[in-house]
C-alpha cells in the first residue's frame, strides 16, 4: 500500500510558480508510476501530468505542456510538479496519484490517491 500527502500549494499571482511535492510512504514507490491531477470547483477532474516509474518517460496534457514538468526523486519518494508561468485558469484541487500498472492519463488506472493541495492563482 502507498500512503501519498502533497505539499506546495498556495495563492499566487498570475505568471508565478510553484513547486508541488508528493511524498509517499512505503518501500515500493519506485515500481509505481505516478501522476498529477487536479479538479476545480463545479468541475471534472482533469489530468495533468504522469511519470513512469523510473523518470524516464513523461506525460503532460495539451494545457500545461511546456509550463508544468513533473519529475521524480526515487530515493526521496517524492513526485514533483513544477508549475511555470501559473494562470487564474490553473486554479484547483491538485492531487497526485500512484498507478501500479503503468502511466496513464485516466484517473481510473490510479489505485492510490492523496488528499490533495488547493493552487489559486489570482489574475
Known amino acids: 500500500q502507498v500512503q501519498l500527502v502533497e505539499s506546495g500549494g498556495g495563492l499566487v499571482q498570475a505568471g508565478d510558480s510553484l513547486r508541488l511535492s508528493c511524498a509517499a510512504s512505503g518501500r515500493t514507490f519506485s515500481s509505481y508510476a505516478m501522476g498529477w491531477f487536479r479538479q476545480a470547483p463545479g468541475k471534472e477532474r482533469e489530468f495533468v501530468a504522469a511519470?513512469?516509474?523510473?523518470?524516464?518517460?513523461?506525460y503532460h496534457a495539451d494545457s500545461v505542456k511546456g509550463r508544468f514538468t513533473i519529475s521524480r526523486d526515487n530515493a526521496k519518494n517524492t513526485v514533483y510538479l513544477q508549475m511555470n508561468s501559473l494562470k487564474p485558469e490553473d486554479t484547483a484541487v491538485y492531487y497526485c496519484a500512484a498507478n501500479p500498472v503503468g502511466v496513464s492519463s485516466r484517473g481510473r488506472g490510479y489505485d492510490y490517491w492523496g488528499q490533495g493541495t488547493q493552487v489559486t492563482v489570482s489574475s
Open positions: 511519470i513512469n516509474w523510473s523518470g524516464g518517460s513523461t
